[in-house]
């Protein structure tokens, strides 16, 4: 795990690259909280990747980083890299599932990444080996890696200086870099705060994992929650999660799309199924009372899938 004090030189180092992003009131007369929306999904790239991509680069040394990039990615970190690989001038190749919405695979095109598309567990064995036979470049670790979650854990210092008394933070989890490195951050500056990770029911194996106290393999089904789900969690992140997290929320597909509508109607906020789910869960009164701040972690939602979820045809 990064610590406080390498979340403050990660601030400094992806200034100028990540974005400091709004924290907004969500503008409901009924809600079983007063639910407050970070905006990731305003960075460059569409997402709070940005961040901890930005602060792995930036600590690479020289030698590595001529090696080109590599990571393995459904979309979002496959940006992120693939954005700090054009600004450094160096190859950017990405390992992706066959899951991943096209919509993302050509962002990454367009920012000059080679994406290869993989079966799923092929993809999966790519983050627990940290490398792939199509690539020598350096492995850039989606979540795993203290200088992702350095990166990530900046916007827990971003929440706390635009609400400085938040009484819960519901952020999504897909392999745990996000909830991880906001969470130290609010534990070591106001750790009274609530903090719970956001899964969906298409794929929860944080939920399964904290309940059973070991890491569980659930039953994963694609959907447009594409961000976060998946069958399993790492050791390492889930040891980190139970120290660090007060448990985890599961919400359905139809919350999700709910919470997609209203962030789209009340707020005029495009949100990409991950990024939604907090919502979700606050809407659903899951996150408890008081101040409730939820990560809007994305907004890259392929449009075709947009117009279904907004036209009521999930």
């Not at 980083?65 to 190859?91: E, I, K, P």
């Not at 194996?205 to 069958?231: E, N």
């Not at 040891?239 to 660090?244: G, H, N, S, T």
């Amino acid at each position: 795990m990064a610590n406080l004090a390498e979340v403050l030189e990660a601030r400094a180092a992806i200034r100028g690259t990540a974005l400091r992003t709004p924290l907004l009131r969500l503008p409901l007369e009924q809600a079983p909280a007063q639910i407050y929306l970070k905006l990731e999904n305003l960075q460059p790239i569409g997402s709070f990747k940005i961040r901890g991509a930005a602060n792995a680069v930036a600590n690479l040394a020289p030698d590595r980083l001529a090696r080109g990039l590599l990571t393995a990615s459904a979309g979002n970190m496959a940006q992120g890299v693939a954005w700090c690989a054009r600004g450094r001038g160096v190859a950017c190749t990405v390992i992706a599932p066959d899951t991943a919405p096209q919509a993302k695979i050509r962002a990454v095109e367009r920012l000059g990444g080679r994406v290869l598309v993989v079966p799923f567990e092929e993809w999966w064995q790519t983050f627990e080996r940290r490398s792939h036979p199509s690539s020598n470049g350096c492995f850039i670790h989606a979540f795993d890696d203290p200088h992702v979650m350095a990166g990530n854990g900046t916007i827990g210092l971003e929440i706390l200086e635009q609400l400085p008394d938040p009484d819960a933070v519901v952020i999504p989890w897909g392999g745990g870099g996000l909830a991880c490195g906001i969470a130290q951050v609010l534990r070591a500056r106001r750790p009274q705060c609530r903090i719970y990770a956001a899964e969906v029911e298409t794929g929860a194996p944080l939920s399964a994992s904290l309940a059973a106290g070991s890491p569980q393999v659930v039953d994963y089904k694609p959907s447009f929650v594409d961000g976060i789900a998946s069958k399993t969690v790492f050791p390492q992140m889930l040891e980190r999660a139970r120290r660090l997290l007060d448990g985890a929320l599961v919400t359905t597909l139809e919350q999700v799309a709910a919470a997609i509508r209203i962030l789209a109607e009340r707020s005029h906020i495009i949100a990409e199924g991950a990024g939604a789910c907090p919502v979700a869960c606050a809407l659903a009164g899951e996150a408890g009372a008081g101040k409730v701040v939820c990560i809007v972690s994305g907004g890259n939602i392929d449009l075709d899938q947009l117009c279904r979820i907004l036209g009521g045809r999930l």
